[in-house]
């Protein structure tokens, strides 16, 4: 088994971009698909990019993913920051020895 | 559109038992496998349990194997969750979830789950 490490908080101003990492502990990062859940208070999660870097239709392409193999992680990068998207984002994947889903703990965007 | 509906939100006293159910619709439900992932308040998401397709194959987190069980009744385009021996600690909103190749993850509104005396 192995776990997913993510920054408990990030904050950003309106209008820049920021970056959340999701570091695996073991095992390749590349070896199964990263998918980025977007949890806005009091709201179910929402796919924002699923497959490492493919978005679903109806999310803006302010919202990138890519992954790193030299640092094991996958990142989230969300550019010309709006205050909507504050909120807490999760990164998870497939653990295909157990053959079931890893999440890492959420990281929270302020934009302020 | 993929919906999906969770229902049998409830208080159980700790040992108790209930069951939550999910309504799919917008696909074809029994080509896909299904997951349950849940939330504890003011914590982060947590998978639960997985089935597929057919239903003949089963996953649990270490947390609730062998006190939860997963189904699914695929004429009805239903996934179920059959909780006993309720603690404290599985207090959450619990999320249906379908896992799609190609298309990523669609989640449910949640139904919450309260363990308490």
């Known amino acids: 088994n192995f776990m997913l490490t993510q920054p408990h908080s990030v904050s950003e101003s309106p209008g820049k971009t920021v970056t959340i990492s999701c570091t695996r502990s073991?095992?390749?990062?590349?070896?199964?698909?990263v998918q980025w859940y977007q949890q806005r208070p009091g709201s179910s999660p929402t796919t924002v990019i699923y497959?490492?870097?493919?978005?679903p239709s109806g999310v803006p392409d302010r919202f990138s993913g890519s992954i790193d193999s030299s640092s094991n992680s996958a990142s989230l990068t969300i550019s010309g920051l709006k205050t909507e998207d504050e909120a807490d984002y999760y990164c998870q994947c497939y653990d295909t020895d157990s053959t079931t889903w890893v999440f890492g703990g959420g990281t929270k965007l302020t934009v302020l | 559109e993929v919906h999906l509906v969770e229902s049998g939100e409830g208080l159980v006293q700790p040992g108790g038992s209930l069951r939550v159910s999910c309504a799919a619709s917008?696909?074809?439900?029994?080509?896909?496998?299904m997951h349950w992932v849940r939330q504890a308040p003011g914590k982060g998401l947590v998978w639960v349990s997985r089935i597929n397709g057919d239903g003949s194959d089963t996953r649990y987190a270490d947390t609730v194997k062998g006190r939860f069980t997963i189904s699914r009744d695929n004429a009805k385009n239903t996934l179920y969750l059959e909780m006993n021996s309720l603690r404290a600690e599985d207090t959450a909103v619990y999320y249906c979830?379908?896992?799609?190749?190609?298309?990523?993850?669609?989640w449910g509104q949640g139904t919450l789950v309260t363990v308490s005396s």
């Open positions: 917008g696909f074809t439900f029994r080509n896909y496998w």
């Open positions: 073991s095992g390749s990062i590349a070896s199964n698909y």
């Open positions: 497959e490492h870097n493919q978005r």
């Open positions: 979830a379908r896992s799609a190749t190609g298309s990523g993850v669609d």
